[in-house]
């Protein structure tokens, strides 16, 4: 199937609720429509992962971040058009996303995507996505395709068909936890 065919077909599953394995711009993810709750759940029960654990929201434009945090500290363009590899942001203040996505303590970790698959997929579902590592909790982080359990694949709604043979350097994404005053922690690097 063509990219093209992979991410209309991608765009009808998210908008039905379902939830895909899919080609992230790190490691291949779980994901589903990140403002469909019911959605998230079957992610969570897929994975075995308890809710209060939070999960990675992708986004196509930083200029989306307005929709989805209430107050966008400043340094967060610049540590975004800054960064050389995939960086994930913990930002206070989550809004507008289902409810079990957002942490206890009212954030949401959120990554700006380049990649052409993630990015297409977002800006046409007009929605930003949820995306976990393809593997059960506690168990190590799948790095290719070809490595991602069983169960994991036969869980899901849909495996997309591109990208499957693709090696590259694969890394999860650096996480920062960003507060409203600008300062930050490094949490995965």
């Given amino acids: 199937m063509t990219l093209e065919a992979e991410i209309e077909k991608s765009v009808r599953l998210l908008k039905k609720g379902k939830i895909l394995l899919y080609p992230t711009d ?6 589903c429509d990140a403002t469909n709750s ?6 969570y ?12 929201v992708l986004l196509d434009d930083q200029k989306k971040l307005k929709e989805f945090v209430k107050e966008v500290p400043l340094i967060a363009h610049d540590l975004i058009e800054n960064s050389k590899t995939p960086l994930t942001i913990v930002y206070p203040g989550a809004m507008n996303l289902a409810k ?3 942490a206890n303590d009212g954030s949401i970790a959120i990554r700006i995507v380049k990649e052409d698959y993630c990015s ?12 976990t590592s393809a593997n059960f909790s506690d168990l190590p982080t799948a790095t290719t395709f070809d490595m991602i359990d069983m169960g994991i694949k036969s869980g899901v709604d849909y495996i997309v068909d591109v990208f499957q043979d693709r090696v590259k350097s694969v890394k999860s994404s650096t996480i920062i936890k960003l507060e409203k005053d600008g300062s930050f922690t490094v949490i995965r690097k």
């Fill in 45 to 56: 029960k897929l994975k075995g992962r308890s809710e209060s654990k939070g999960m990675i």
């Fill in 120 to 131: 297409e997929l977002i800006k046409r579902l007009g929605k930003p996505i949820i995306s």
């Fill in 26 to 31: 790190t490691i291949w993810g779980i994901g």
């Fill in 38 to 43: 019911r959605a998230i759940t079957k992610i």
């Fill in 100 to 102: 079990n996505v957002i």
